[in-house]
């Protein structure tokens, strides 16, 4: 063999011997994050902790709000299936999971829980290292449980808890059905769907509790880092996940206070949430609910909120028989910019059926008939006014017909 040969094949060798220096540990991820890691009885879990004061302001939300008064009075205008107990035992929870499908493939990777401890709020993040890890995460979670009033979530009927459930059943743990749920998501949209775009946990942080987070990450974006973590090990870019999943923690809490105030009447409200909040009352005290509805009228409630207010407390009017209340709602939502069939509908009713007066009846149906004709509205709207007008001019002609003895 020739002598360069030999000397490049040396050279390759002394490549193949020579070994890389290996990359320096990668620090704990307990000390990345933060957290210490507990022994839950069924393996070590990595847990996350946090103090807050309840002078503590999340936005402009001060978090000892949510627990000044009973929420039995919540869990009713809710419409929870079980009353709210101690508010001083309630539980919020927020879970991080691998997908948003759910089902047995999904699992919760970190649960954020916060609970009343003396007088600070306590925030604790369990997190999994490892899917091997969930028997000691759901042995975590069961004992929070078992000590709480009620859990507290956003949406968490539609994908948390059925999520937790699932994850306890596979496991061959025993769920507590029977603990009381309070799910702010419900409460949220019948306050809060004519004043935003949306009633997202993001919308209503932003708007009702104020508070911009800066850097946020995506919740969409949460499960591919945590599997990236899984592959690499490297923790840092979990931290942007549980401040997120704290952020959403802290502003379930001031929700809760928000509503806590709003109910006892505490809290400023502008016109709509006005009007949203008698939604919220109605199913439990129309009287309150009617009072939230004037107040809104009266703080200067415009447009389409205005009309379906109106257009609400116009028909628990007419139920309680107060008919000139009823009649001013209905001849207020008539002068609405968009053309409505339904205060014409019901002032025409009135006026033919409590007044007996046909020929006022008959101008309404005639005047809502041309609005109607005019604003191409539904063949349906127009042929049952159409309809109405046709009966009372046949009312109007037998009446006419009748001698003046028998019409007296």
Same mark, same amino acid.
């Given at each position: 063999?020739?002598?360069?040969?030999?000397?490049?094949? @040396?050279?390759?060798?002394?490549?193949?011997?020579?070994?890389?220096?290996?990359?320096?540990?990668?620090?704990?991820?307990?000390?990345?994050?933060?957290?210490?890691?507990?022994?839950?009885?069924?393996?070590?879990?990595?847990?996350?902790?946090?103090?807050?004061?309840?002078?503590?302001?999340?936005? @402009?939300?001060?978090?000892?709000?949510?627990?000044?008064?009973?929420?039995?009075?919540?869990?009713?205008?809710?419409?929870?299936?079980?009353?709210?107990?101690?508010?001083?035992?309630?539980?919020?929870?927020?879970?991080?999971?691998?997908?948003?499908?759910?089902?047995?493939?999904?699992?919760?990777?970190?649960?954020?829980?916060?609970?009343?401890?003396?007088?600070?709020?306590?925030?604790?993040?369990?997190?999994?290292?490892?899917?091997?890890?969930?028997?000691?995460?759901?042995?975590?979670?069961?004992?929070?449980?078992?000590?709480?009033?009620?859990?507290?979530?956003?949406?968490?009927?539609?994908?948390?808890?059925?999520?937790?459930?699932? @994850?306890?059943?596979?496991?061959?743990?025993?769920?507590?059905?029977?603990?009381?749920?309070?799910?702010?998501?419900?409460?949220?949209?019948?306050?809060?769907?004519?004043?935003?775009?949306?009633?997202?946990?993001?919308?209503?942080?932003?708007?009702?509790?104020?508070?911009?987070?800066?850097?946020?990450?995506?919740?969409?974006?949460?499960?591919?880092?945590?599997?990236?973590?899984?592959?690499?090990?490297?923790?840092?870019?979990?931290?942007?996940?549980?401040?997120?999943?704290?952020?959403?923690?802290?502003?379930?809490?001031?929700?809760?206070?928000?509503?806590?105030?709003?109910?006892?009447?505490?809290?400023?409200?502008?016109?709509?949430?006005?009007?949203?909040?008698?939604?919220?009352?109605?199913?439990?005290?129309?009287?309150?609910?009617?009072?939230?509805?004037?107040?809104?009228?009266?703080?200067?409630?415009?447009?389409?909120?205005?009309?379906?207010?109106?257009?609400?407390?116009?028909?628990?009017?007419?139920?309680?028989?107060?008919?000139?209340?009823?009649?001013?709602?209905?001849?207020?939502?008539?002068?609405?910019?968009?053309?409505?069939?339904?205060?014409?509908?019901?002032?025409?009713?009135?006026?033919?059926?409590?007044?007996?007066?046909?020929?006022?009846?008959?101008?309404?149906?005639?005047?809502?008939?041309?609005?109607?004709?005019?604003?191409?509205?539904?063949?349906?709207?127009?042929?049952?006014?159409?309809?109405?007008?046709?009966?009372?001019?046949?009312?109007?002609?037998?009446?006419?017909? @009748?001698?003046?003895?028998?019409?007296?």
């Amino acid at each position: 063999m020739a002598s360069g040969s030999l000397d490049d094949l @040396r050279r390759v060798i002394r490549r193949i011997e020579t070994r890389r220096p290996k990359r320096p540990a990668a620090p704990p991820i307990e000390e990345v994050l933060g957290g210490e890691l507990v022994d839950t009885g069924e393996g070590q879990l990595l847990v996350v902790r946090r103090e807050f004061p309840l002078s503590y302001r999340h936005g @402009r939300q001060p978090l000892g709000a949510a627990f000044e008064t009973p929420l039995d009075l919540l869990s009713a205008v809710s419409r929870a299936a079980t009353p709210v107990g101690d508010p001083r035992s309630l539980l919020f929870l927020d879970a991080e999971t691998t997908g948003l499908a759910g089902g047995t493939g999904t699992y919760a990777f970190l649960i954020g829980a916060a609970w009343l401890e003396d007088d600070r709020l306590i925030l604790a993040q369990h997190f999994m290292r490892d899917f091997d890890e969930e028997p000691a995460l759901l042995a975590a979670l069961r004992l929070l449980l078992e000590r709480a009033s009620a859990v507290v979530t956003f949406n968490g009927a539609s994908f948390d808890l059925p999520l937790l459930e699932t @994850r306890f059943i596979m496991a061959r743990r025993r769920w507590p059905a029977a603990l009381p749920h309070l799910d702010l998501l419900g409460p949220s949209r019948r306050v809060w769907t004519s004043c935003f775009a949306d009633c997202r946990l993001a919308t209503l942080e932003r708007e009702v509790i104020g508070v911009v987070r800066d850097d946020d990450i995506p919740g969409a974006l949460i499960p591919a880092l945590y599997f990236d973590f899984l592959r690499s090990r490297r923790a840092a870019p979990l931290g942007r996940v549980l401040a997120h999943n704290r952020d959403d923690i802290l502003t379930l809490v001031g929700l809760l206070g928000w509503f806590v105030g709003a109910l006892s009447a505490r809290a400023e409200m502008t016109a709509a949430e006005l009007g949203g909040l008698g939604r919220l009352w109605e199913p439990v005290d129309v009287e309150r609910a009617l009072a939230c509805y004037r107040a809104a009228l009266a703080a200067g409630l415009a447009g389409a909120p205005a009309q379906a207010v109106r257009l609400r407390l116009a028909r628990w009017e007419k139920r309680l028989a107060r008919w000139e209340a009823a009649r001013s709602l209905w001849e207020a939502a008539m002068r609405h910019a968009t053309f409505d069939p339904r205060p014409w509908e019901e002032l025409a009713k009135f006026h033919e059926h409590r007044r007996r007066d046909f020929v006022t009846a008959r101008a309404i149906v005639e005047d809502a008939l041309g609005l109607a004709e005019a604003t191409r509205a539904p063949l349906r709207t127009v042929d049952a006014f159409a309809h109405r007008l046709g009966r009372l001019q046949r009312r109007l002609a037998l009446a006419g017909a @009748r001698p003046a003895e028998d019409r007296g």
